[in-house]
Structure formats: C-alpha cells, structure tokens
C-alpha cells in the first residue's frame, strides 16, 4: 500500500473504524490477495464515498416514510 503522508494517514485512522476500511479494500482484493500500488488515499475516498451513499439512502427511506411525495419539498429540505 502507498502512503504519502503517514502523519495524516494515522489522523484518518484514528476516526474510520478498521472493519469498515477492510470493507472498502474488497474491490481491491482479487484471486486472494491484494492487488500493487493501492493508495490508502483511493481506500479512505472509497470508505467515505460508501458511508455518504448509505447516509442519503437513509434520509431518502426516512423521507418516504414521512410521506414526502413532491420532490420540491425534498430538494428544500436541509437535513
């Protein structure tokens, strides 16, 4: 794995859980290993890239149920 700033590597460690960022190394692994060269800055935008999805995918249930049938309303909305 190439690490460019390890300092800021170790920040962003501190706040991912390490089950969710071996989540978003999946796509990297094939015919059971790791594939070269994977940048932990590729891994951390996957992770967080994974987390947003999953966050709009649950306003977006939470908005349903509430009953917010015009999308006028949903794009004022500020969650």
Do not use: C, H, S
Not at 50 to 69: A, E
């Amino acid at each position: 794995m190439i690490i460019k700033n390890e300092k800021k590597a170790l920040e962003k460690l501190v706040f991912i859980n390490y089950y969710k960022l071996k989540e978003a190394l999946f796509p990297f692994f094939f015919e059971n290993k790791y594939i070269e060269n994977i940048r932990f800055e590729d891994i951390v935008f996957r992770f967080y890239e994974d987390r947003n999805l999953r966050l709009y995918k649950r306003d977006m249930r939470i908005l349903k149920q509430i009953g917010f049938k015009d999308i006028e309303n949903i794009k004022n909305l500020k969650i």
